[in-house]
């Protein structure tokens, strides 16, 4: 007697259909909530649409598209099983660097990777993305949910996205617009954002022995829970501030740090200084330096140090700038200039010592 074998299947190889159909069930509300009038049809097309006759009101419309992820941050995520919040860092990567020109947030697509499909979680993810897209004024138009058995643990994960904006061409804002005795304003970031993570994993964790569960008497709380707290999107208050003052420039301070990013907008031709004297990084920065006896400027390239956002404004608007951002409640203080480059080789420096 032969004996009957079972042929090879889909699901027997470590993928679900179905729990993936599921996902996209739960998820659906949380999208619907990010949609704008130009988004067309629904989630589970094969691509994602927005109406570009939208744009008809600009004279010269100039696309900006950013994309990104979070970086080892999903395995504090994966760890804690927390799972609704990293969607926001996702977003907050994506769109500040779109807003950095001037450019206002239309729509976001997202790229999920399991090595097991947990609907809820999957959906978890998808909320804190949607979330996120609310903050940054943006639609979420669309994604893709992959598993990937034997390649990811069954709880292992990662997310990208990638986004579109819109910025007229004579509003752009960039190096071509920042002249010498601009004042650079600094808006405080919410944590460590989403930038660094290896460092501070290896940090913490291997050379300093600590625990997620740590309850860390400086921080307030426990360090999972510091290390969780989501980047701050800044994308609706760069735009409300570009309306209401003259803004040359803004830089998002994401991996490489704050001087090195500052100079990414900076002309060749001129400088800028950032005065440390003008705040003092929050606790978790502390926290890091010390445990892995990490140098200032070490630190400095690889964390934001307490700074998330800048922006580059004439003198005459820092008044009204600050004053905008503080009626967004966002804290925000000059913390530099600009200067004509003299015997600099950089684009940006840092000058003073933090405060304390």
């Known amino acids: 007697m032969t004996e009957k074998t079972t042929g090879a299947s889909y699901a027997a190889a470590g993928v679900d259909i179905e729990a993936g159909d599921r996902a996209v069930e739960l998820m659906k509300e949380w999208v619907k909530k990010t949609q704008r009038p130009e988004v067309l049809g629904g989630l589970g097309g094969f691509a994602g649409l927005f109406d570009a006759s939208a744009l008809k009101r600009y004279e010269r419309p100039l696309l900006a598209s950013a994309t990104d992820g979070v970086g080892t941050k999903v395995d504090i995520a994966r760890q804690l099983g927390v799972y609704d919040t990293i969607g926001h860092d996702l977003v907050a990567m994506v769109m500040d660097d779109i807003v950095v020109c001037g450019a206002e947030p239309l729509f976001m ?116 829970e510091e290390l969780l707290e989501p980047t701050k999107i800044y994308s609706l ?62 630190l400095e390239k690889t964390l934001n140090m307490g700074v998330g956002m800048m922006a580059v404004v004439p003198g005459e608007s820092v008044d009204v700038a600050l004053t905008a951002l503080a009626d967004r409640g966002v804290d925000a203080w000059v913390a530099g200039e600009i200067l004509d480059r003299g015997d600099h080789t950089e684009g940006a420096t840092m000058t003073g010592s933090y405060a304390s």
């Not at 598993?147 to 990662?158: A, T, V, Y």
């Not at 986004?163 to 405080?188: C, F, K, N, Q, S």
């Not at 090195?260 to 990084?281: G, K």
């Open 109 to 224: 697509t997202d790229y999920i990777c399991v090595g097991k499909v947990h609907p809820e979680r999957v959906a978890a993810i998808v909320k804190g993305i949607a979330e996120g897209c609310v903050l940054a004024g943006c639609a979420l138009v669309g994604g893709e949910t992959a598993e990937h058995p034997g390649l990811l643990g069954p709880d292992d994960f990662d997310v990208a996205g990638a986004g579109t904006g819109v910025v007229e061409y004579d509003r752009l804002l960039g190096a071509d617009r920042i002249r010498t005795g601009d004042a650079v304003i600094a808006m405080a970031s919410s944590g460590l954002h989403s930038n660094g993570y290896s460092l501070v994993r290896h940090v913490l964790f291997e050379r300093a022995k600590m625990s997620l569960e740590s309850h860390v008497e400086e921080l307030g709380r426990t360090l999972g």
């Open 237 to 298: 208050d760069c735009m409300a501030l570009t309306r209401t003052a003259e803004v040359h420039a803004y830089s998002h301070i994401t991996g490489g740090g704050l001087a090195a990013n500052l100079a990414r907008v900076i002309p060749d031709h001129l400088h800028a200084t950032v005065d440390r004297s003008t705040w003092a990084p929050g606790a978790i920065f502390h926290l890091v330096g010390k445990a892995g006896q990490v140098e200032q400027l070490e």
